[in-house]
């Protein structure tokens, strides 16, 4: 009985050692293999300024999470997160799959740069849908990969909330374009026994997120050719209005 007692007592030890250090570095943890697993799938640099997340009440911010361009585009940035708000279920934390509640990105900042068909964004889709959660290496072989980018996850909800987009296109006639995106909605990954790994989060979400913008970036170009078409419509009626004035001059002083 004595030993057991002191079995159990020794566990508990453990089991508060580990939520302390949990407690004290996760947020650093949650950095860490952000940076580690994003370029693993986007193919780009992926960076992160801070992230705070408290175990007691689940709730977490992660703020200045930039995701960079594709070689060959000269933007800062493909996207940046200013904000995303996090709501996990504390009991999860150190179970085998972490339940996120929510995740919501708050008026996130997007680049389009290129042509309407071919674009930093359509690249950076090219590499997610060639990733397919995989991990593709990007950074040297010696570099461990944090264990919590292999944690098995469920988010019950993701926004991507009043996006700005900024489209510079290599099209004639068309001026950089700015437009605020509806909200995104992704819903429930990884609720199955199995879970989501990072990775494949990753992938999911942001290959939604780019086949909502495209199109949306695409409506408002052609939109924006169509204002210059009427616009030349208008001037070239213009211009032919003044030559007929002009002509019917010429033949005014003939007749004198």
């Known amino acids: ?65 930039v995701i960079g361009n594709p070689a060959g585009y000269k933007t800062a940035y493909a996207m940046r997160l200013g904000e995303a708000r996090l709501e996990i279920d504390p009991s999860s934390i150190l179970s085998d799959k972490i339940v996120i ?26 590499n997610l849908q060639n990733s397919s959660g995989t991990t593709r290496p990007t950074t040297s072989a010696k570099e461990p990969t944090p264990e919590a980018a292999t944690k098995k996850l469920q988010v019950d909800d993701f926004l991507f909330s009043k996006a700005k987009v900024a489209a510079q296109l290599d099209v004639p006639g068309i ?50 050719l169509g204002d210059v078409s009427k616009e030349a419509s208008k001037a070239l009626d213009g211009s032919k209005g003044q030559i007929d004035k002009a002509v019917k001059g010429v033949g005014d002083l003939f007749k004198k």
Not at 20 to 49: C, M, Q, R, Y
Not at 101 to 115: D, Q
């Open 175 to 224: 001026k950089p374009l700015s437009l605020t995106l509806p909200d995104i909605h992704v819903t429930r990954l990884g609720t199955g026994p199995e879970g989501i790994t990072a990775a494949d989060l990753t992938q999911k979400v942001l290959n939604q997120v780019i086949q909502e913008i495209l199109p949306a970036v695409t409506k408002a170009a052609t939109g924006a």
């Open 101 to 126: 509640k929510s995740i919501s990105v708050i008026e996130p900042e997007v680049n389009v740069e290129g042509g309407i068909q071919e674009n930093n964004l359509s690249k950076l889709l090219a």
């Open 1 to 65: 009985m004595k030993k057991l007692f002191i079995a159990v007592a020794a566990l508990a030890v453990v089991v508060v050692a580990a939520l302390v250090f949990l407690a004290s570095n996760l947020d650093s943890v949650l950095k860490a293999a952000i940076e580690a697993i994003g370029p693993k799938v986007t193919g780009t640099s992926v960076t992160v300024d801070s992230v705070q997340l408290s175990v007691k009440s689940g709730s977490g911010t992660i703020r200045g999470l």
